[in-house]
């Protein structure tokens, strides 16, 4: 049967057909923004710190767990912190100290790269036995996006305008044009790490600095109507003097709830210690979150 559409019918048919792609994709867009994310960063080997923070982010309820980058390089167990964020989160992106495990590395002081040097043998050695041949870690590595987009929303290591390497202090609210130039390749809201200093640049320009006290675990954020670059602090490797661990749960695209976590990071020291080529500084600041 032919079914024959006058020009006026025609369209009403595509005008109808336009409401429902406009409803649908509001709901979708609904449906986005109700997501519950946990978002972790900067895990640096430090497997006691990921296994506590994993441990906090299960009785969250969470819908996914992204991480923002630099899964290795300090800590001292490189190869099972990179699988366990292979195994538990659905999003990664690569970090500079994830790339300098896979290259030769770049802008490191001595102590950091000595210890991304000793990262890459663990990561080599590991990949030549016969039971990882099929899923070799520097592969997943290598395979690792610089960013994610989803909707108005930016995931980075670094910043949006290097999203690799480029850091985003505190301080650089007093810098205009570089956050001007930065705040300019945001759609509404970034999320990063890199500098372990957790809290949230706004335009204005400020920056909030999360306050969980000690004996307490959390800390909320509303994020502004506006624009705002988002640091998550770091899992591994805390530099805020705070030594618990950090990471946030991003509830409806609205607000940021920052999450502070005990974990006995006195045997990731004596890990660090009993290991020649890492620098035993790398251990002892762990104890002093800086």
């Given at each position: ?16 057909f ?18 519950k ?8 080997g ?10 906090d ?104 305008r ?58 909320c ?34 607000v ?35």
């Amino acid at each position: 049967m032919t079914v024959c559409l006058t020009i006026d019918s025609g369209i009403r048919t595509l005008r109808i057909f336009k409401q429902f792609l406009k409803v649908r994709s509001n709901r979708n867009n609904e449906d986005a923004t109700r997501v519950k994310r946990a978002i972790i960063s900067d895990v640096h080997g430090n497997l006691e710190a990921l296994q506590a923070v994993l441990e906090d982010i299960d009785k969250q309820q969470v819908d996914s767990i992204y991480c923002l980058g630099d899964i290795v390089g300090y800590g001292p167990n490189p190869c099972e912190c990179v699988r366990l964020v292979q195994e538990r989160c659905s999003m990664v992106l690569l970090g500079n100290h994830d790339q300098g495990a896979l290259f030769d590395p770049e802008g490191f002081n001595v102590g950091a790269e000595k210890a991304i040097r000793w990262t890459r043998s663990q990561l080599e050695q590991n990949d030549r036995m016969p039971k990882h041949s099929a899923n070799r870690l520097a592969d997943f590595l290598g395979e690792l996006p610089r960013t994610h987009a989803e909707g108005d929303l930016l995931f980075v290591h670094g910043s949006a305008r290097r999203p690799l390497d480029e850091y985003v202090f505190p301080e650089d609210i007093y810098n205009p044009l570089k956050m001007k130039h930065i705040f300019e390749l945001i759609c509404r809201y970034c999320f990063q790490g890199h500098t372990h200093l957790p809290g949230i640049f706004t335009v204005s320009p400020e920056f909030l600095s999360p306050n969980v006290p000690q004996g307490g675990n959390e800390c909320c954020i509303p994020l502004p109507a506006a624009k705002a670059m988002v640091n998550v602090g770091s899992v591994g490797q805390p530099r805020d003097n705070d030594r618990r661990a950090c990471y946030v749960i991003l509830e409806d695209n609205l607000v940021v709830r920052y999450r502070r976590i005990e974990y006995p990071c006195d045997v990731t020291c004596r890990k660090i210690q009993e290991i020649n080529d890492l620098d035993n500084f790398l251990g002892e600041r762990l104890l002093q979150g800086r």
